[in-house]
Structure formats: structure tokens, C-alpha cells
């Protein structure tokens, strides 16, 4: 039983450190953090986002995806709720407003670890056509 909350905090701890990496400008394309076969879907609420798409790989997924993602969103006011569901996945759970609209947008990230890297992402984000209200 101590094993399996130990398994749920580093799932916890893997996906709060790639944040945390990203936030601070030192998540490298060739992170360790992830699989070497990582696999991204982002499907977003605009098909114009930067973001969108399937990324095969961290190198693609940080540099076409994520970064792009980061750099649209006003970090200053952004919420971000986690939690691993029974079935071990992390999901995690963003509202953030984009700086050029000021749009508030809600995306739900699925995130699953295996050996303690992370190996896929399902995201949706949700934005201002989706009558989404603060």
C-alpha cells in the first residue's frame, strides 16, 4: 500500500516538474522527464492555434507544441489543479487567459507515466466560443 502513494506522488512530481521547467526557460528538447517515444494530442478549441496537433517525440512535442502553448498564455494569471485518477493517469487541469485576445481558455491534460517518465498527452482545451465564464 506505502508503495502505490509513493507511485502516485511521482506521477504527481513528473508532471509539476516539467511545469516547473518550462516555467523557469530550462526544459531542454532532449529532456529526460520524458520517453524517448513520447506521444502528444492536442486538440485545441481554434484549428489557428499553434499547438494543435499530434507531436511524435519530447524534441517536437517541447519546441511545436508546449513552448508555442506557453508563450501565448498570460503565466500571471493561471490556475493549475492536478490529481492521479485509480487508473494512474495524471490529470491535470489549466485556466489561463491568451495574451493577444485575452480570452480565458480551460484545458484538460491527460498525462501517463511509464517508469517514471512521461510517455503520452491527451489534451482539450476549451476556449472563448465554448461560453466557457470566470
Given at each position: 500500500m506505502v508503495s502505490n502513494a509513493h507511485e502516485y506522488d511521482v506521477r504527481l512530481v513528473l508532471v509539476q516538474?516539467?511545469?516547473?521547467?518550462?516555467a523557469a526557460g530550462i526544459l531542454g528538447t532532449t529532456s529526460d522527464?520524458?520517453?524517448k517515444d513520447f506521444e502528444a494530442e492536442m486538440?485545441?478549441?481554434d484549428s489557428n492555434m499553434p499547438w494543435n496537433g499530434l507531436f511524435e517525440g519530447p524534441k517536437e512535442f517541447i519546441e511545436k507544441s508546449l513552448t508555442p502553448f506557453?508563450?501565448?498564455?498570460d503565466r500571471t494569471n493561471i490556475t493549475y489543479q492536478a490529481y492521479v485518477?485509480?487508473?494512474?493517469?495524471?490529470h491535470v487541469l489549466i485556466k489561463a487567459?491568451?495574451?493577444e485576445s485575452g480570452s480565458r481558455i480551460v484545458c484538460h491534460q491527460q498525462w501517463t507515466v511509464e517508469g517514471?517518465?512521461?510517455a503520452h498527452l491527451h489534451s482539450l482545451?476549451?476556449?472563448?466560443?465554448?461560453?466557457?465564464h470566470d
Open positions: 516538474l516539467m511545469y516547473e521547467a518550462l522527464i520524458f520517453t486538440l485545441p478549441f506557453w508563450h501565448s498564455i485518477s485509480r487508473c494512474g493517469l495524471v487567459r491568451l495574451l517514471n517518465k512521461l482545451c476549451v476556449g472563448p466560443s465554448s461560453s466557457i
